[in-house]
């Protein structure tokens, strides 16, 4: 892949055809060890001093299983940039702002961020595309900015995107999110292998997945997605305003407990 050395804010053509012919580019080096670090001890403050939060009856948390006992662990804040101002700052750092606006051809807006935490023998996600079909008026220009916390490798789950693929929707079945593993060429799958400093950025209708963290450590990613200007605008507040409604319609008809948001 072609890659971005030493936080220049700047893409070049090269690397704006790459992403429009693969749908995801990684960039190295972007930030530097101590903005990382500082990103990291905050994802450890939030777990030490926000405990209360964590529920899964709170519609900010999701969890996931492990992969071989089934035992549900906290995986992930959603949102997250109203309990972490240092959250908040990476969504807007000028570095990641021009590279998306590169890519847009215009100004980009914040649509929403989340906090992945992949706490060690956290099953994967299935393969998906970010943009849901069914949910009519998502923005069509939506992309993903990683930036990785702890090194992402294969050994941890790290995110596996495959090429070509960013065009149109795998299914025209609105029901359907997860999407079977036979409906991509596997030969077109990148591992998204990074260290603390790279980002990776990949649009919306790339399809991606991970497996399970089978390290004895966390891989904490912090996940930021935007969209252009002209589609739609400012709409991260009604974007989460409609996701809560929705998240708390799907959890009330699994469970009895009473849902909120906190």
Known sequence: MTTLIGGSEQ????????????????????FDADEIQR????TERLLAE???????????????AHYQTGEPLFEVFDPVNDISPI????????????????????????FKEKLIFKPPGALGYQLHQDIPLAWKGFPKTFLTV?????PSSEENGCTEVFSGYHGDFL?????????????VDVSRRTPLVLEPGDIA????????????????????????SYNAQSDG??????????????MREHRQSTTSEIVYFQ
């Open 11 to 30: 893409l070049v053509e090269p690397q704006k055809h790459e992403y429009e012919n693969h749908g995801f580019l990684i960039l190295r080096k972007l």
């Open 201 to 224: 950025i990949f649009h919306g209708l790339t399809p991606h997945r991970s497996a399970p963290n089978r390290s004895n450590q966390m891989r904490r990613v912090f996940y930021v």
């Open 39 to 42: 990103l990291l001890i905050e």
């Open 171 to 183: 299914s025209s079945d609105g029901s359907v999110y997860m999407l079977p593993d036979d409906c």
């Open 50 to 64: 926000r405990r209360e939060l964590i529920s899964p009856n709170n519609l900010r948390c999701r969890y996931m």
């Open 146 to 150: 990683l930036i990785p916390i702890d």
């Open 87 to 110: 959250c908040e700052l990476f969504c807007f750092d000028r570095r990641i702002l021009s590279a998306v606006e590169a890519l847009y051809g215009e100004p980009a807006c914040l």
């Open 233 to 246: 605008g400012e709409q991260r507040e009604a974007h989460y305003a409609e996701f809560r409604e929705r």
